[in-house]
């Protein structure tokens, strides 16, 4: 059974760097050929897709997002991460992260999902 | 712009049969693959369909999923109590590079 679990700080200042990590269990992270994800949940909104990354590391970004943002991978580990910059108070919010969400929907959706992480952005 | 549009609220009662809708564009639904999520809040959400008609093992088939066109639609029937959740439908986007999510639709059972 694969499980993935968020870890990373709760609160942000505005202006500094959100950063996050995924840890994945159960499975090999390097092989299967998946697609890795992050996705938000803005209080009382919907969800946000910010990005996905193949395991070998080809990436897509929610192009409103994409200036801020990195993501990476570290397969030694089983984790992948992802680094906010210049946080506001817009981006707070509960962070999932999730296997799938692959380049063009050629996969089976985000089958396994974290249980989600709220980073809050204030001062 | 690329967005995925669903109805903010959808209801029923026990027993019921109820579908919600999401209304894309040629450069999402139209050309990619839909899939559908159930989310209760402060919790992780579950695929209950992918790839327009699929469900993944250990979903009801109570639930079922649909497109056409630049439309597509998930199907819920025999409404249950522990139904009542956010759903929200989700298709990559040419024009963006990537994926978009509906705004969600809020199902309330009676």
């Known amino acids: 059974q694969v499980q993935l679990q968020e870890s990373g700080p709760g609160l942000v200042k505005p202006s500094q760097t959100l950063s996050l990590t995924c840890s994945v269990s159960?499975?090999?992270?390097?092989?299967?050929?998946?697609?890795w994800s992050w996705i938000r949940h803005h209080p009382g909104k919907g969800l946000e897709w910010i990005a996905s990354m193949y395991y070998s590391g080809s990436t897509y970004y929610n192009p409103s997002l994409k200036s801020r943002l990195t993501i990476s991978v570290d397969t030694s580990k089983n984790q992948f991460s992802l680094k906010l910059i210049s946080v506001t108070a817009a981006d707070t919010a509960v962070y999932y992260c999730?296997?799938?969400?692959?380049?063009?929907?050629?996969?089976?959706?985000?089958?396994?999902w974290g249980q989600g992480t709220l980073v809050t952005v204030s001062s | 712009q690329s967005v995925l549009t669903q109805p903010p609220s959808a209801s029923g009662t026990p027993g019921q049969r109820v579908t919600i809708s999401c209304s894309g564009s040629s450069s999402n639904i139209g050309t990619n693959t839909v899939n559908w999520y159930q989310h209760l809040p402060g919790t992780a959400p579950k695929l209950l369909v992918y790839?327009?008609?699929q469900r993944p093992s250990g979903v009801p088939d109570r639930f079922s999923g649909s497109k056409s066109g630049t439309s597509a639609s998930l199907a819920i029937s025999g409404l249950q109590s522990e139904d009542e959740a956010d759903y929200y439908c989700a298709a990559w986007d040419d024009s963006l590079n990537g994926w978009l999510f509906g705004g969600g639709t809020k199902l309330t059972v009676l």
């Open positions: 999730a296997r799938g969400l692959g380049y063009r929907g050629y996969d089976s959706g985000a089958d396994y």
């Open positions: 159960g499975g090999s992270f390097s092989t299967g050929g998946y697609y």
């Open positions: 790839s327009n008609n």
